[in-house]
Nanobody
Framework: QVQLVESGGGLVQTGDSLRLSCAPSGRTFRDYAMGWFRQAPGKEREFVSGISWLGRSTYYADSVKGRFTIARGNVQNMVYLQMNSLKPEDTAVYYC???????????????????WGQGTQVTVSS
């Protein structure tokens, strides 16, 4: 069974940091692009960040550039999202995503997410 399991969410204050982790299992994701999306209450799911299968290309939503950093781990294809200088508007459920198109550009025309995680809640209080 293929799974993407997120962890690391929680309740923090404005300006704090969190690191989200995504642990894939059930198949190899070595050649998959990985990414993070988020969905706030009453809003559509939106792209946050993506990383190519080799880790050489990274992509960020404008709203998180300079504050968030995505990285791939060397062990078990883990993927991380380091979130600094958190704001209340970052409050959302964060989802890990995997795409067989290894580019990491989840915003390009025709981009498809092949696997989703269940999500982890991030709440930033003001």
């Amino acid at each position: 069974q293929v799974q993407l399991v997120e962890s690391g969410g929680g309740l923090v204050q404005t300006g704090d940091s969190l690191r989200l982790s995504c642990a894939p299992s059930g198949r190899t994701f070595r050649d998959y692009a990985m990414g993070w999306f988020r969905q706030a209450p009453g809003k559509e799911r939106e792209f946050v960040s993506g990383i190519s299968w080799l880790g050489r290309s990274t992509y960020y939503a404008d709203s998180v550039k300079g504050r968030f950093t995505i990285a791939r781990g060397n062990v078990q294809n883990m993927v991380y999202l380091q979130m600094n200088s958190l704001k209340p508007e970052d409050t959302a459920v964060y989802y890990c995503a995997a795409a067989a198109d290894g580019s990491g550009d989840f915003l390009k025309h025709g981009a498809v997410v092949d696997y989703w995680g269940q999500g982890t809640q991030v709440t930033v209080s003001s």
